[in-house]
């Protein structure tokens, strides 16, 4: 079967960092994916990791370890506008992008 | 560039009504996708189409159906609607499949 873990919830103060962690589990892999929503509007794509490694965007980086089956999505100097949900989704062998539950993250100041 | 539109953005069916959700892209992308979002869930996937001429099934296939129009256009009709089908529902497209997949705003669908 398929399935993505990852927390329900995720609470951080103004300037701190988090890291969000997802674990996976689908029948052949392409690569992790990250979305973020804010109250229920158009996900957004965040970043995208095929290969092992750190990939950096700005106050994003995203981590994938496929011997794992493993990656986190860290949101580093959080400003009040990051708070959001926070999706890992993967493609699997048909090529279909499966989703997470989702990480509601408060930034609170 | 308006990116990806959908219509309408709120729609309320009494059980066994049909309907049409609407969606256009105009960054000529390849392949677009419809998903529904349950309040704390994530997206899942019903239908794509990974390029004109062609549409699969995805997760959450069943009580849709839906049409590749052109390369712009995608629909998704809900025949028979059930309160089951209560959700928003996103389209989505992305240059060719794996790739970064751009959201419409969605629509938000009440079946009572």
């Known amino acids: 079967g398929q399935s993505l873990e990852q927390p329900s919830e995720v609470t951080a103060v103004e300037g701190a960092i988090v890291q969000i962690n997802c674990t996976y589990q ?3 892999f392409y690569g992790l994916s990250w979305y973020q929503q804010h109250d229920g509007g158009a996900p957004t794509f965040l970043s995208y ?3 092992d490694g750190l990939e950096e965007t700005g106050r994003f980086s995203s981590f994938l370890s496929r011997s794992d089956s493993y990656g986190y999505l860290l949101l580093q100097e959080l ?3 990051d708070s959001a949900s926070y999706f890992c ?5 048909g090529g279909k992008l499966i989703f ?3 990480t509601e993250l408060s930034v609170k100041p | 560039n308006a990116g990806v539109t959908q219509t309408p953005k709120f729609q309320v069916l009494k059980t066994g009504q049909s309907m049409t959700l609407q969606c256009a892209q105009d960054m000529n992308h390849n392949s677009m996708y419809w998903y529904r979002q349950d309040p704390g869930m994530g997206l899942r996937l019903i239908y794509y189409s990974a390029s004109e001429g062609t549409t699969d099934k995805g997760e959450v296939p069943n009580g849709y159906n839906v049409s590749r129009l052109n390369k712009r256009e995608f629909s998704l009709r809900l025949e028979s609607a059930a309160p089951s089908q209560t959700s928003v529902y996103f389209c989505a497209s992305s240059e060719v499949s794996r790739d970064e997949q751009y959201f419409g705003p969605g629509t938000r669908l009440t079946v009572t």
């Open chain 1, 26 to 28: 689908t029948s052949g």
């Open chain 1, 49 to 51: 990791n095929a290969l």
């Open chain 1, 79 to 81: 400003q009040m506008k």
């Open chain 1, 89 to 93: 989704a993967v493609y699997n062998q």
């Open chain 1, 100 to 102: 997470g539950q989702g």
